[in-house]
């Protein structure tokens, strides 16, 4: 068996599991794909090792695009997405994600993976204390404006490390009272935005290093993309539907668990 298609294999059983977790927690896989996918691509040794990881992160949202229509979808039919907020948030994420899209290019491998590593850490810190204490007050969800200036902040972070949003959108909107299951929708939405901008950053910016021929749209590796949504797409209609047999605590926990444990994986990687 050819090493192209042990590489196609290993990442469509990636995306089997990107894909459940997508729908069950909002992250669009990520947070998950970023990490793994640098190991595989190590082993396989596609390109150079300190290129490893921008193209992960390029694959990663790539592949978001997909996983995030199939788990939004679900989760729009099972009336999650708050389609009078989501439009808001959609825009400031678009904008902060294509900005992105061509900075993250330009940074250092080490540098990516620290603010990869930090941010899942924090993010994580917050998820376990608010499991702790729920909030005794409801917060008003921020004016417009407000509220852009702030998911464009997110939206940029997000496709730098090559996560779909929900590692962040998620704590930003229960931390405005929004429900847990309609915060992973609305997340889940975004995240379509997030890596349709961010991959067109990814492939310009990409575009002088690698060849099509060679397998490449700019810094997106192709048969890589098509491992990971080959089963993704299929997976993450079953974790939107388990979102509803989870008690919101559990959810949390899960998702802070990962959270952790990918962060740990980045820093000794």
């Given at each position: 068996?050819?090493?192209?298609?042990?590489?196609?294999?290993?990442?469509?059983?990636?995306?089997?599991?990107?894909?459940?977790?997508?729908?069950?927690?909002?992250?669009?896989?990520?947070?998950?794909?970023?990490?793994?996918?640098?190991?595989?691509?190590?082993h396989f040794e596609i390109l150079p090792a300190e290129q490893v990881v921008i193209a992960a992160i390029a694959t990663s949202l790539a592949s978001i695009l997909f996983t995030s229509t199939s788990s939004a979808i679900a989760h729009h039919k099972n009336g999650n997405v708050p389609w009078t907020l989501a439009p808001w948030v959609m825009t400031g994420v678009a904008l902060g994600a294509l900005i992105s899209g061509f900075i993250a290019a330009l940074l250092p491998e080490q540098v990516v993976r620290l603010v990869f590593a930090v941010t899942v850490v924090l993010i994580a810190i917050k998820m376990f204390v608010s499991n702790k204490r729920e909030p005794s007050v409801e917060r008003d969800m921020p004016n417009k404006g407000v509220l852009t200036i702030m998911t464009t902040i997110i939206g940029g972070l997000s496709a730098m490390i090559g996560i779909g949003g929900g590692a962040l959108l998620v704590p930003l909107?229960?931390?405005?009272?929004?429900?847990?299951?309609?915060?992973?929708?609305?997340?889940?939405?975004?995240?379509?935005?997030?890596?349709?901008?961010?991959?067109?950053?990814?492939?310009?910016?990409g575009s002088g290093h690698f060849a099509l021929e060679n397998g490449f749209a700019g810094f997106v590796y192709l048969p890589a993309l098509f491992g990971i949504i080959c089963t993704s797409w299929f997976t993450a209609p079953l974790g939107a539907k388990a979102t509803h047999h989870l008690p919101v605590t559990l959810v949390k926990k899960i998702f802070a668990a990962l959270l952790l444990a990918t962060a740990v994986k980045m820093i000794m990687y």
């Open positions: 068996m050819s090493e192209l298609i042990m590489l196609i294999l290993y990442c469509a059983l990636l995306g089997s599991g990107v894909g459940f977790l997508a729908g069950l927690l909002g992250i669009g896989g990520g947070l998950v794909i970023v990490p793994v996918l640098s190991i595989i691509l190590l909107l229960t931390f405005f009272s929004v429900d847990m299951k309609k915060a992973i929708g609305c997340a889940s939405a975004c995240g379509i935005v997030i890596a349709l901008f961010g991959s067109i950053g990814y492939i310009s910016s």
